[in-house]
């Protein structure tokens, strides 16, 4: 159960004309309620401001992979389907709908866009050959398949004009082990299969990837090990143990490892984020964000990471209690710092930069706020000193779909009544300029 607590904030706004400074936004993508009508939508949550904006709704009840190109267009793998989205207004520009409700990791090449599914259609029978599939980046027309990748494509990478594509049995009564994880090696400029490269007999799963220099990474989750890849020199390749204290949790949907700007790298391990040295196959700071999860750290959430100003963004995730769920920003040094609204089942966010012409005018402007009881059964006190600040003569209270649900008139002191609402959280936003603030119904 949430505890009580008085939230007091100071913000300083900042009145930005003129100069080119780069802005943040997060792309989060809701996957909605599995078998029910709250379908998945894509939402952009305004970091500068902290609007939260539904932009699209999709049909389906899953999300499993967004990626973002040049931080312009957004391509969202949903179930059965490819969107395509312009970031600057928010457009959906293409879609494609195709028998393989499977589609699990996207990314761009050139002119294509690569897909990889992670298993065939239900009731299909023989070998699936269409497991890694080419796209029209612009159109989202099909291009071709390659039939020899003949096992899921839960992850690639891509290394000028070559794709390594991690292959495993795609059988979910085995965990997906395999008795040789290997790498079909695919070339991308010709649509042609090169090769297998098989990995040693420990890499059973192989399992989510990131490229250090020429050398591929493989974190694989059922053997709690980690398999090298070198792709300038075939020959040296292995898979060792992860460190004796680390618990490898890869998570499935959206991107899974993330470097910084100092080169360290992030990813789920011990039911937590951690610090971790890929090449030396070492700790180096565990339980890094302790997220305080409910569930299985790994099945509960999604995250990503703000490397130019240092930031990690969370979600969390109740599938028995949607209306709870809600996102958490971390800074580097593993502290809460904020949080965001985020809809049902966010299971993929992205961070992108937004080129806009502003500068700094003004950093002095402070509102001090408070809001008590929270969480609460019937009536919230609000209280704040506007005095120095100009804002809307109106609060709004947002669901967790991003829709007003309530509004009223702004006073220094006043009482929000949420005694009729259901159990969950709810955002309220005072001004334009100041971050949504939760409010938590018992």
Known sequence: MLRYFYLFTTFLLFFLVKNNLSAQKLLIVNGGIFGGSDYA???????TNASYTVIDTIFVNSIQDVYIENDSFAYVAAQDS???????????????????????????????????????????????????????????????????????AVDFVILNDTAYIAQNTNDASTNFEDAMGYLAVVDLQN????????????????????????????LNGVSNTISYYNTANPSQKSTAVADSNADLQPILAGACIYK???????????????????????????????????????????????????????????????????????????????????GYSPEVIAIYDVKTPISVQKIQNKVELSIFPNPSADLVNVKANFSSLQVKNAWYLYNSEG????????SDNFQISIAH????????????????QAIFKQ
Do not use: C
């Open 260 to 342: 910084d700007t100092l080169e360290n790298y992030f990813f789920p391990f011990n039911d937590a984020i951690g610090r971790y040295n890929l090449v030396d196959n070492l700790i180096e700071e565990s339980n890094f964000i302790q997220h305080g999860q409910t569930v299985p750290f790994s099945t509960a959430f999604a995250y990503t990471v703000d490397s130019l100003n240092k930031l990690f963004y969370l979600t969390k995730i109740f599938y028995a209690a949607q209306n709870n769920n809600y996102g958490v920003v971390y800074n580097h040094q593993g502290d809460s710092v904020a949080t965001f609204p985020v």
């Open 403 to 410: 829709k007003i649900i309530q509004n009223g008139q702004i």
């Open 82 to 152: 490819i969107i395509k989205y312009d970031l600057i207004n928010g457009d959906r520009l293409a879609a494609a709908a195709f028998n393989a409700p499977s589609t699990v990791r996207l990314k761009v090449w050139r002119n294509k866009l690569i897909v990889g599914n992670w298993y065939a259609p239900f009731g299909f029978v023989g070998t699936y050959t269409n497991n890694f599939r080419l796209f029209d980046k612009q159109t989202l027309n099909y291009l071709d398949s390659i039939p020899q990748v003949t096992k899921g």
């Open 41 to 47: 939508n894509v939402a952009i949550y305004d970091v």
């Open 191 to 218: 649509n042609l299969f090169v090769r297998n490269e098989t990995l040693n007999t420990q890499g059973y799963d192989l399992g989510r990837m990131i490229l250090i220099d020429e050398q591929i990474v493989a």
């Open 421 to 436: 609402l259901t159990q969950g959280i709810y955002w309220l936003q005072l001004a334009p300029n100041l971050p949504l």
